[in-house]
């Protein structure tokens, strides 16, 4: 398998991940989609990693990883105040955040 | 700190400070006169204060023959000021008493300061911390709306000179790289004297300007008879024995460039002249008692700068030292007198206080008649060596000016002497008269004067006392002093050596110029000539000359407290016959030529004008305001517009920071 195959399924989560983002209407569904963003640039630094035969790519995937579950953490503890302010988890319910 | 004092504490700490360091300066110039006579100089580098390439200035100080007078000056006649001071100011309240005795020990720290300066930027601070004790002093009565007038007037008015004189300094950087006095006057040994106006002759004018500030000189003498609003021991510390003598003083520290630049010399001489005769003829009609003290020491200021022009640095420095004894005296005396009359200094007012104040009346002659240049007291050696330096240079115009002044000097002093002290007593009554309808134009005139002491309740009594003890004392000492200061230079024609002009002799010259004569001893009764032999051939061509004009100048001076005697004891009705015979003349100089008026009508309004309508309503209003309202009107304005792109909706924020990924990404793609 060369380096392309991995990159385009890795580009093709990425978009499936920011469609979601742009696309649904549940902030829980949003925040797997941001998962799904993240994971697609994991695989991406692995299969750099592996074709130029160094552990970078591993190394900084395992930061990303840790990054996410505290992103995770802190998202879905933000979601839960959110639900119980306004009973909702649409996002275009929580505009009063300008001017 | 000073509230919680007694005045005790406060003033005899003061004067304790001020005499300890006068016994100070007595043991540094004995120890300075131990030395040869060409190498008096005694150096202190505190520390090196700037630096700036090869550039370099000491923060240094240096006592040689020139400061060593000066100091002995300052703190001599500072400690008796202090000691007078003690007594004159006890009426006020403990604080401004401390307040009073602060400014009056920072001011002679400063001048201090000034006078041992090794180089020009010490001097300049010494020079700006009088100017600002100086205005803190005239203003120390600030409710009183005349007395920080003349403050504000005093201060601006130095400003100016300070001004030209920070510009001579600069030029002096430029021109020589160096600030040092040494050093400076050590470079223009080597070059020619210049004779057409160049770059020398450019600095010391500047630096003459800045004299002419400080030493209240045509232009800029407006200041200081306003400046006697501030309590009498100010006036004779400041504005007559020591301040206002930095100016001359600092043209004989730089004697030697000042030497080299015959035009500015010609200005000074002039502008000495000049002064001394226009400030004497206005002494003559004042009525305040004070003010007619400040033309006196305006018009021997003149004198100074008269000597300093021909380059008699040496009589210069001489008159400056007999002037601050006597001229110290006379305003003591005039203090209390004005202590004895609770505050009222109108000499019209006044009259027959001789027998009510013996010591006061007694000193204060004694000082008149030394200023008048009686022979035998100080001022007569000093004046006389500065008319026959002058006649010596050929300058008849500028001596005749000068013999006139000193009959303007005696016929002044013996007018103040005879309407204060002799006649009949007319301050009682008038005491009365005071406040109900005297409101015409001579009293409006001296009306803001009544300051000095703030008026007591019993002000409407007779009851008359002489000076208190340590004014008494001071008063005395500085008689005396009046007296027996001009025998440090009994000329040569008069079988003396001149032992001041030898003393000071190497501190104009920089350095030693051919082996002294003699060493010298302590009064130097030696002379070390420079180079030698010259003064010494001077003395005997010119004894004739000198005892013929002694003989006129003290002439002068008999026929000034003569014709005074005369006018204002025998025939009063004269005085006031010329003044309404010569009404024109009279008005003209009772109201000082109207040279504030005229200073007023072209320079203050003008400013006032100027910077009210151009640089308040023009630039300030609309040009700076304008430029920072309309900063935040445009902010303003364009973030109405564009705060609407903060919606609070999560989703558009995504989008747009994915639009900007997709955009750089974009970017770096087709680049």
Redesign the interface.
């Known amino acids: 398998m060369s380096i392309g195959h991995y990159l385009v399924l890795s580009g093709l989560l990425f978009s499936i991940g920011?469609a979601g983002?742009?696309l649904r209407r549940n902030l829980i569904t949003l925040l797997l989609s941001v998962e799904i963003m993240l994971n697609a640039v994991n695989l991406a630094f692995v299969a750099f990693g592996r074709q130029l035969g160094t552990v970078d790519g591993q190394i900084i995937t395992f930061f990303v990883m840790t990054v996410a579950a505290a992103e995770a953490a802190v998202g879905l503890a933000l979601v839960i105040g959110l639900f119980r302010h306004r009973e909702s988890l649409n996002?275009?319910a929580?505009?009063?955040?300008?001017? | 700190m000073g509230r919680r004092l007694p005045k005790a504490v406060t003033g005899g700490l003061a004067s304790a400070v001020m005499v300890i360091s006068f016994l100070l300066a007595v043991m540094q110039v004995w120890s300075l006169a131990a030395m040869p006579p060409e190498s008096r100089q005694i150096n202190q580098t505190l520390f090196t204060w700037i630096t700036a390439g090869d550039f370099s200035l000491d923060l240094a100080l240096r006592l040689d023959a020139l400061s060593a007078v000066m100091i002995l000056v300052v703190t001599g006649i500072g400690s008796l000021i202090h000691i007078y001071s003690t007594a004159y100011m006890h009426e006020e309240t403990d604080e401004a008493y401390a307040r009073f005795f602060s400014y009056l020990n920072l001011f002679c720290f400063f001048m201090l300061m000034l006078v041992l300066g090794s180089n020009v930027l010490v001097m300049f601070v010494g020079w700006e911390g009088v100017g600002l004790c100086s205005y803190l002093l005239i203003g120390f009565y600030y409710e009183k709306q005349s007395a920080s007038d003349a403050a504000k007037k005093a201060f601006v008015v130095n400003r100016i000179g300070d001004f030209a004189f920070i510009l001579g300094a600069l030029l002096l950087v430029v021109t020589f790289n160096s600030l040092d006095f040494t050093t400076i006057a050590l470079a223009v040994k080597e070059m020619p004297p210049e004779v057409t106006f160049g770059t020398l002759s450019l600095i010391t004018l500047l630096l003459f300007i800045g004299a002419t500030g400080k030493s209240a000189q045509i232009p800029l003498y407006v200041w200081l008879p306003d400046a006697m609003e501030g309590p009498t021991p100010v006036s004779a510390l400041i504005h007559a024995a020591t301040m206002v003598t930095a100016g001359v003083y600092m043209i004989g520290r730089n004697a030697l460039l000042f030497e080299h630049t015959p035009v500015t010399l010609m200005i000074v001489a002039g502008v000495g002249a000049a002064t001394a005769l226009m400030a004497g003829t206005i002494g003559l009609v004042q009525n305040d008692i004070k003010r007619v003290l400040a033309y006196s020491t305006v018009s021997q200021l003149g004198y100074m700068f008269l000597a300093m022009g021909m380059g008699a640095f040496g009589a210069g420095i001489f008159h400056l030292m007999t002037h601050a004894f006597f001229k110290a005296c006379l305003f003591l005396g005039s203090g209390a007198v004005i202590h004895a009359l609770h505050g009222e200094q109108d000499i019209r007012k006044m009259g027959g206080l001789k027998k009510h104040i013996p010591v006061t009346y007694w000193t204060f002659v004694i000082a008149s008649v030394a200023i008048a240049g009686v022979p035998g007291l100080a001022g007569f050696f000093s004046k006389d060596e500065i008319l026959f330096e002058t006649f010596l240079h050929g300058h008849q115009i500028l001596w005749g000016i000068g013999v006139l002044t000193s009959l303007l000097t005696a016929t002044y002093m013996f007018r103040l002497v005879h309407l204060t002290f002799h006649g009949e007593e007319r301050f009682g009554a008038v005491e009365h008269a005071h406040g109900h309808d005297d409101h015409g134009h001579a009293h409006a005139h001296a009306a803001p004067q009544h300051s000095s002491t703030p008026a007591p309740q019993h002000s409407h009594g007779v009851h008359l006392h002489d000076a208190p003890a340590p004014m008494a004392f001071a008063l005395i000492v500085l008689a005396i002093g009046s007296v027996l200061a001009g025998y440090v230079g009994v000329p040569h024609a008069l079988g003396g050596h001149n032992n001041l002009g030898a003393w000071l002799e190497p501190a104009f010259q920089a350095t030693n110029c051919g082996a002294p004569v003699t060493t010298g001893e302590l009064a130097g009764i030696a002379i070390a000539e420079c180079p030698p032999g010259e003064a010494a051939e001077a003395t005997e061509d010119h004894a004739s000359l000198e005892l013929s004009l002694m003989a006129v100048s003290s002439l002068v001076a008999f026929a000034g407290i003569g014709l005074a005697s005369f006018l204002w004891l025998k025939r009063k009705d004269i005085p006031a016959q010329m003044a309404t015979q010569f009404s024109g003349v009279h008005k003209l100089l009772l109201n000082k030529y109207y040279v504030d008026e005229v200073y007023d009508a072209t320079i203050v309004q003008p400013i006032k004008v100027v910077s009210q309508e151009g640089l308040w309503r023009g630039f300030d209003v609309k040009i700076v305001d304008g430029a920072v309202n309309g900063a935040g009107y445009f902010v303003s304005g364009v973030s109405i517009v564009l705060?609407l792109l903060?919606?609070?909706?999560?989703?558009t924020y995504?989008?747009s920071i994915?639009a900007g990924a997709v955009t750089i990404l974009a970017y770096y793609f087709w680049r």
């Not at chain 1, 929580?94 to 001017?99: D, G, H, V, Y």
Request: hydrophobic fraction near 50%.
């Open positions: 920011a983002v742009f996002p275009e929580f505009t009063s955040l300008k001017w | 705060r903060q919606n609070g909706s999560v989703k995504a989008a994915f």
